[in-house]
């Protein structure tokens, strides 16, 4: 498996993502650049990132322009042959503004810029991740939560350190605790959290190693 990493006027993690998956995975990384279209170098046993940042400012509404770029047309008709893409992010906010997956990304329910460790689990142990977002509350309405619930699509939800879905667990007021979802197919994945700044142990925190490993992407 190797990487795509997209990257739009405005992204701030796109290095970040490179030097992990690189050093820290040992995959090949390869940088795209928003204006070109062209991923034939990938098959649908690859995946494409989308990184965090403020692409094009996020002018409008987060990811709401990087949504129309060249590059999101043949990331978006990769995702639709089956291809493996992952937003982290901003680049979860462009997954749901493209349509790739449901629901809306919402100001913190504390109007404030949230950057800080927090802690996310699937199944079992809780993961120390950080995040760092203004717009990270994941919403949508119940018909759609209860189907994501129903076809196992919640990748992680914010929990304690100690794996509780405590009230003051949740960093930004997503509705029940959503940290992370995929589409039907599983090929279509995007968080908040940013399992990249968490994958050496000259930050202290590995636990990120261990999110890519659940996304299926080590």
């Given amino acids: 498996m190797k990487f795509g990493i997209v990257v739009f006027p405005g992204s701030n993690c796109d290095r970040d993502m490179q030097l992990s998956i690189q050093q820290d995975l040992g995959k090949e990384a390869i940088m795209l650049w928003h204006k070109d279209s062209?991923?034939?170098?990938f098959s649908t046993e690859d995946c494409i990132i989308l990184p965090g940042g403020f692409s094009?400012?996020?002018y409008l509404r987060c990811g709401a322009i990087a949504r129309f770029s060249p590059m999101m047309q043949s990331v978006i008709a990769f995702?639709?042959?089956?291809?493996?893409?992952?937003?982290?992010?901003?680049?979860?906010q462009i997954l749901c503004e493209s349509g790739l997956l449901p629901g809306v990304l919402l100001k913190?329910?504390?109007?404030?810029?949230?950057?800080?460790?927090?802690?996310?689990?699937?199944?079992?142990?809780?993961?120390k991740i950080p995040i760092a977002h203004g717009e990270g509350r994941y919403y949508a309405n119940d018909e759609v939560l209860d189907d994501l619930a129903a076809n196992n699509q919640i990748l992680f939800k914010y929990c304690n350190e100690q794996g509780a879905f405590a009230g003051d667990?949740?960093?930004?007021?997503?509705?029940?605790?959503?940290?992370?979802?995929?589409?039907?197919?599983?090929?279509?994945?995007?968080m908040m959290p940013h399992p990249?700044?968490?994958t050496n142990p000259q930050l202290g925190n590995i636990d990120g190693l261990k999110v890519f490993q659940l996304l299926g992407l080590n």
């Fill in 38 to 41: 062209d991923i034939s170098a």
């Fill in 56 to 58: 094009y400012g996020d």
């Fill in 79 to 92: 995702a639709n042959k089956g291809g493996k893409v992952l937003g982290v992010c901003n680049g979860f």
């Fill in 108 to 127: 913190n329910a504390n109007q404030h810029f949230i950057c800080k460790n927090v802690f996310i689990k699937q199944q079992a142990d809780a993961l």
């Fill in 169 to 190: 667990s949740n960093p930004n007021g997503s509705v029940r605790e959503i940290a992370g979802i995929r589409n039907k197919l599983g090929n279509v994945m995007g």
């Fill in 196 to 198: 990249e700044r968490a």
